[in-house]
């Protein structure tokens, strides 16, 4: 009823507004009533919704709040298995020997002898073993580490376990480390035993007297490790040169190498030591070749079958096993040699030879080794290479720098020094190079020995006697070399060519290039010797053929420019001269003859700056009075 009261004033109020006609003063308070209310409303509506707006943000906080705790244990819970995984996963890779604490008699403990101090004794020398094994080797040996867990006391909450003690029951379960135990032992008499025990299983006892206890210790460590590691323990018995015990060694790795590949270089490494102990290179390139024949794929028997041929003066055999490198791969390799040095190793050797017997010495000469040999190795090579290419200023001066870039090879020394002697064509210089390095070798094993001297050192000398006149010496010395010997067989055709059998030379020379048919220097020995019989077409099929043997090489394309002269052919020369160049720059008689070969094609410009540039560079004494007259005709 109030409510229907209150509508029709609201109306009558309205009404009376809308004509303009004054309010009932009931109508007026009425109206101020509820304009009052209506703010009332509004205001207690603009505090609501604050609080309501308030209430909503704390609500939102509230959900980001558990949202990002949520976050968080679901972060935590990640970490925490990434970490236990981690950890497994490190476990599981743990590798190598543990030394844990030996037993000793309470008496040695009371010297100061106690079980650690053994473990200590013990690990020090292990490691020696396995450093200087590395030292000689490629290959990576496993770590050794005495078991020190119980020194570190961070205890795992409620479970009274060290940290360190659930890490070794990780590794215990998940990884491949071996146990080193162990126990000393008085013996009646005042001796003392010494025993080692690999995981329990293999154990080694060696018995001595009370004072040689370090020295029962290192055979204990040389044991030990040749247990865990056949393969380095003889790299380190041939470092200490215990030779006998290497070759031991190498043939009972043979006997427990398990697959192909590794039955492959088991018999590699036997053949190395073979050929190191007792000099036998012929059956060590025997096993190398049933190496090969196993795994082709593996570097190490090509390796050692380069080294072996090396020996034997069997140039081809070094020449293919060379080129055979070139094509193996990292990964067909055993883990040791898929390295970044050890592959790297490989490739040296096999480029290294590739360019010698082809006659590459320009790259021989820039060669980086770094991975085959030391800095001052390098220059010697180096020097050598320079010497081979007629830059007997070069040559010189990078003997120099080996001297000062450290400790050089006598070996390399002396026959770096040979060539020098040999470019500048003083011979009776050379003949003592030679022999000083044949000298060098005195030390080897007997077989070793007279197999180098053969085989490397009488050919140079037979050629420095035979190019002094001495056909007796040269005879002499280059006598009683291997007949399969290639650099054997070619200097013998130098001999008989310099004393001017020019029948028995190329008999030699054919059959060298039979020996060694893919290398230029048989080709371009046998070419010279008929240069200088007048057999100018024949030297030029011979310098033709040594050229696609050897590209690279400077000698035949020079002596084909010498061959094209004296044919009346300088215009062919010429080019010939320009080829050579590009790998023998600095070849004294390479200019003067190539000045020579313009000079008589008319072009007396380019050949007066032939002239000069070969008065620049060194020249033997003929060549410079031939030069002389020249400039002076």
Known sequence: MDDVRAEARLAAAADAIALGNPLDPRAADYLKEQTRLARLQIDNMVEQNAFELSHLRWRRFNDQMRGALQIMVVMLGLVVVIGVGAAMWNASKADGIVVDSFSVPPGFAQAGTPGDVIADDMTAKIAAVRDFAIANSLAQSNNVSEDRSRDVKVEIPETGVSLAEAWRYLKLWLGHERHLTGNVRTLPGGGVALTASLDGVQSFTFTGKAGDLDALEQKAAEQVFATVDPVNIVLYFAGKGRMDEAVAAAAYHVTIARGTRELAGAYSLEGNMIRAATGEARRSLAIMHYAIALDPKAAPQHMEAISSALLLGYDEEVLAQARTIATLHPEDNIASWRTSSGFAYVQDVGAMWR????????????????????????????????????????????????????????????????????????????????????????????????????????????RALAAQGDFNGAQKAIAGTPADCFDCVLARGDVAALRHDWRDAGAWYARGVRLAPSLPSGYTNWGTMLLRDGNFDGAIAQFDLAHQKGPSFADPLELWGEALIVKNRSDLAAKKFAEAARYAPNWGRLHLKWGEALLWSGDKPDAARQFAIASSLFLAPAEAAQLARIRHG
């Open 355 to 462: 360019a010698a017997f082809t006659g590459d010495f320009a790259a021989l000469s820039v060669f980086p080794c770094l991975h085959l040999c030391s800095r001052a190795d390098a220059a010697v090579l180096h020097a050598e290479a320079l010497a081979r290419l007629h830059d007997v200023r070069g040559a010189r001066a990078g003997m120099t720098d080996a001297a000062a870039a450290g400790q050089t090879d006598p070996a390399g020394v002396a026959r770096v020094a040979y060539f020098i002697d040999m470019a500048s064509s003083d011979w009776r210089a050379a003949a003592a190079d030679a022999q000083r390095y044949a000298d060098v070798f005195a030390p080897y094993s007997e077989r070793l020995k007279s197999l180098l001297i053969q085989t490397r050192a009488m050919p140079l000398l037979a």
